[in-house]
């Protein structure tokens, strides 16, 4: 009877550990950093505004308005941050260590900038100092209007390009305003009249996949993702090369050493060096030149 009481005693001290334990790790699940980030573990490590703060943002976008620039005193530090901080709580620019957050924010601002770019060769300050220059594509050769079920084409209205990371056709207008609950469909003009909107949009699809079984651009650029066999026969490897599969397919990838796509790469070294973290950071698979695309198309089929 002793030795039962005895045992009974260690059971109940270890439960109570247990419990101890559980409960420390619970308080260790979420913190709370204010309107920024809140009720989530990433918000327990340093959050954007505290590593990446106004001037590296004037340095990255130094150009953007200037008086050529067309989307003069649109875009700022404020709405990128607004932006960003409904998606910091799921490891946006705060998952990993200060390296690795730092890293994708200058990988996803250097996709922006890429493709709001009007810096040219001979440009003043160079040809990578100019992002954030448009807001809107500026002369739309189509409407942009596919016949499409789900997200059908509002009459007299053009789904050309708009926004930090330009999203075209009326079907990702649709999905994007879907998830956003924001009417893009009926209302595309939103993303070049809101910049904090446009930053938003943008950081969705940097957030999303596409498809299911597909990872985002955020989880193969900070390691939450691995590839199969099949993903390493088609050379589809976790870097920022294969942020620009996810995001543009076969727009960009496996084509070889294209000019669109060294301009995104460009952009992204440049950022690095601006933030203090240096180009030799890189990380590898900086490319996707030799990638077999993960969704084939005939036109756009991402945003």
């Known amino acids: 009877m002793g030795k039962f009481r005895a045992w009974l005693v260690v059971l109940m001290v270890i439960a109570v550990a247990v419990t101890a334990v559980e409960a420390s790790k619970s308080k260790l699940k979420a913190c709370d950093k204010g309107w920024e980030c ?19 943002f004037e340095n990255l976008f130094s150009k953007r308005n200037a008086p050529v620039a067309h989307a003069v005193g649109f875009w700022d530090y ?21 390296q690795t957050k730092m890293k994708e924010v200058a990988a996803f601002l250097g996709h922006v900038g890429s493709k709001t770019s ?4 001979v440009a003043t300050g160079g040809p990578l100092a100019w992002g954030l220059c448009y807001n809107r594509e500026m002369s739309p050769s189509q409407d942009y209007c596919d016949p499409n079920y789900l997200y ?24 994007i305003g879907e998830a956003l609950k924001v ?3 009926n209302h595309p003009e939103y993303l070049e009249q809101n910049a904090t909107l446009a930053f938003q949009a943008a950081i969705w699809r940097w957030m999303t996949p596409m498809k299911k079984k597909q990872p985002s651009a955020h989880d193969v650029f900070v390691g939450n993702w691995k590839p199969t066999k099949n993903d390493t026969l088609s050379k589809r490897l976790p870097g920022f090369g294969l942020t620009m599969n996810i995001l543009y397919g076969d727009l960009i990838c496996g084509q070889g050493y294209i000019d669109p796509m060294n301009n995104i790469i460009s952009h992204y070294q440049y950022y690095l060096d601006l933030m203090g973290i240096g180009r030799q950071f890189s990380g590898d698979n900086l490319d996707c030149a030799e990638q077999v695309v993960f969704n084939p198309s005939y036109k756009p089929a991402t945003t």
């Open 152 to 175: 059908p084409c509002t009459e007299g209205v053009q789904y050309y390009g708009r926004g930090a990371l330009p999203v075209y056709w009326n079907y990702n207008y649709g999905l």
């Open 183 to 185: 009417d893009l469909l």
């Open 78 to 98: 404020q709405s990128f941050i607004i932006a960003a901080s409904i998606y910091e709580p799921l490891g946006f620019g705060t998952a990993g260590d200060k």
């Open 38 to 56: 809140s009720g989530s573990i990433y918000c327990c490590n340093e959050t954007i505004s505290e590593y990446f703060v106004v001037y590296q």
């Open 118 to 121: 009007c810096g040219y060769g």
